[in-house]
């Protein structure tokens, strides 16, 4: 069992930035890749960025690539998703998860075994 809790949402201007964590509890956080999506108010959830275990690796949604930057510090058991240049369209519930296959294209949520409450994000205009 894994278990994540995000931090690090807020209200933002646009054009500000936020970093958001996840901490992971659990065994084995260092096999897992790691994941961030969102889901804006009535709209799906969004795939947004993935790591690998090691670090080593990342992908990234369109929507975010050059914008937001996916890391991960094991030796605490947290990833982060730093998000610069913040939109209003970036408003929405931001969720970490965990996919024990150590991919970055897994992009469908029902392939990730575990996921955090998730934290708000709201970048006013």
């Known amino acids: 069992q894994v278990q994540l809790v995000e931090s690090g949402g807020g209200l933002v201007q646009a054009g500000g930035s936020l970093r958001l964590s996840c901490a992971a509890s659990g065994r084995a956080f260092n096999s897992y890749a790691m994941a961030w999506f969102r889901q804006p108010p009535g709209k799906e959830r969004e795939f947004l960025a993935a790591?690998?275990?090691?670090?080593?690796?990342?992908n990234y949604a369109d929507s975010v690539k050059g914008r937001f930057t996916i890391s991960r510090d094991n030796a605490k058991n947290t990833v982060y998703l730093q998000m610069n240049s913040l939109k209003p369209e970036d408003t929405a519930v931001y969720y970490c998860?965990?996919?024990?296959?150590?991919?970055?294209?897994?992009?469908?949520?029902?392939?990730?075994?575990?996921w955090g409450q998730g934290t708000q994000v709201t970048v006013s205009s």
């Open positions: 998860a965990a996919n024990p296959y150590d991919s970055i294209w897994i992009r469908i949520g029902k392939r990730y075994d575990y």
């Open positions: 790591i690998t275990s090691s670090g080593g690796s990342t």
